[in-house]
Nanobody, 120 residues
Framework: QVQLVESGGGLVQAGGSLRLSCAASGSFVRINVMAWYRQAPGKSRELVALITDDDDISYADSVKGRTTISRDSDKNTVYLQMNNLKPDDAAVYYC??????????????WGQGTQVTVSS
C-alpha cells in the first residue's frame, strides 16, 4: 500500500515563506508524477505545481515566480517552496502522486492534506 504523507503547513504572515514536503512510502516500482494541489473553502481543488520523473515542471499562473517544486528521488519526496505568500494562497494543500505500483500499472494517490494559513 502506497502512502503520501505531507508536512510543513502552518501559519505565516503575508510575504513570508513555507516549504511543504510530501514523502511517498510503501511498495512501488517508480513515481511517474508528483504534484501539489490546493483547495480553499468554497472553491474547487486546483493544481499548484507538478513535476514528472523526467523533471518536467509546470506551475499554475497564480504561483509562477513565487513557487518552486522539486524532488529528491532517493527519498521519494517532493517539495514545494512557496515565497511571498499572499492571503489568496491560504488553502489545504494536497500532495498527489501517479505511481507505478507494479510494472505498467499506474495508480493515483493523495495525501491527507496540510493547512496553509496566510495572515494579512
Amino acid at each position: 500500500q502506497v502512502q503520501l504523507v505531507e508536512s510543513g503547513g502552518g501559519l505565516v504572515q503575508a510575504g513570508g515563506s513555507l516549504r511543504l514536503s510530501c514523502a511517498a512510502s510503501g511498495s512501488f516500482v517508480r513515481i511517474n508524477v508528483m504534484a501539489w494541489y490546493r483547495q480553499a473553502p468554497g472553491k474547487s481543488r486546483e493544481l499548484v505545481a507538478l513535476i514528472t520523473d523526467d523533471d518536467d515542471i509546470s506551475y499554475a499562473d497564480s504561483v509562477k515566480g513565487r513557487t518552486t517544486i522539486s524532488r529528491d528521488s532517493d527519498k521519494n519526496t517532493v517539495y514545494l517552496q512557496m515565497n511571498n505568500l499572499k492571503p489568496d494562497d491560504a488553502a489545504v494543500y494536497y500532495c498527489y502522486g501517479n505511481i507505478e505500483v507494479v510494472r505498467r500499472t499506474l495508480r493515483d494517490y493523495w495525501g491527507q492534506g496540510t493547512q496553509v494559513t496566510v495572515s494579512s
